[in-house]
């Protein structure tokens, strides 16, 4: 089953709204990738996380990665129609050979 | 240059039939995949070749057949097409398998209607 739990599963926000959405593991992870999906595109690869605690930022997002290596979120601040889309957080899960393992993705819609 | 690219982008079929899709990265990637893609969005990766060599077989029914004639090229072949395998079924290579090179890089997707 799966093992890398991503919430909420769909975020509706009013453009210049915060959003953000979490993703755990039952398992500490090396480290977390994150993903942007557009509506009718593919997955596009944003970040990779990979010391405990660590903290990037990409203009308005903001990427963390629990102390743990259990649990990251991505904040994005004032939100706007170009961040509509799916964002999935992936890791590398020991107890399934060490593959990357997706999220099952927020689904976000901004309302202009 | 597009650095996966995968065909048909869109594939529409009736029950039984039998169907292919191509995938090339020119990455120089060691590593690809096939995933799976419901309508409500989870992925789910069905295969992953690392330089040729079948290294992940997920749980899969055997009507489907990945094959991979050079690093660079991975095909999926799918026989007796059912409704459920409706779905978008992406492409991706990494630069290796391991996590320190595993950052997954997308094809567009092939959009398969099974009818």
């Known amino acids: 089953g799966q093992q890398v739990m991503q919430i909420p599963q769909y975020q509706h926000v009013q453009e210049g709204e915060d959003f953000t959405t979490y993703c755990n593991s039952s398992?500490?992870?090396?480290?977390i990738q994150w993903y942007k999906q557009r509506p009718g595109g593919h997955p596009v690869f944003l970040i990779q996380?990979?010391?405990?605690?660590e903290v990037k930022k990409q203009k308005r997002l903001t990427f963390q990665f629990g102390e743990a290596k259990k649990n990251s979120s991505l904040h994005i601040t004032a939100t706007q129609t170009t961040d509509v889309g799916t964002y999935f957080c992936?890791?590398?899960?020991?107890?399934?050979?060490?593959?990357?393992?997706f999220g099952e993705g927020t689904q976000l819609t901004v309302n202009p | 240059d597009t650095a996966v690219s995968q065909t048909p982008k869109y594939l529409v079929t009736q029950m039984g039939n039998d169907k292919s899709i191509k995938c090339e990265q020119n990455?120089?990637?060691?590593?690809m995949y096939w995933y799976k893609q419901d309508s409500k969005k989870f992925l789910k990766i069905m295969f992953s070749?690392?330089?040729?060599?079948?290294?992940i077989n997920e749980t899969v029914p055997n009507r489907f057949s990945p094959k991979s004639p050079d690093k660079a090229h991975l095909n999926l072949h799918i026989n007796s097409l059912e409704l459920g395998d409706s779905a978008v079924y992406f492409c991706?290579?990494?630069?290796?398998?391991?996590?320190?090179?595993?950052?997954?890089?997308f094809g567009a997707g092939t959009r398969l209607s099974v009818l």
């Open positions: 991706a290579s990494s630069q290796g398998w391991n996590s320190a090179k595993n950052i997954q890089y």
């Open positions: 398992t500490t992870l090396s480290n």
């Open positions: 996380l990979v010391k405990s605690g």
């Open positions: 992936a890791g590398p899960v020991e107890t399934s050979g060490s593959r990357l393992t």
């Open positions: 990455l120089g990637h060691d590593t």
């Open positions: 070749y690392n330089n040729k060599e079948l290294i």
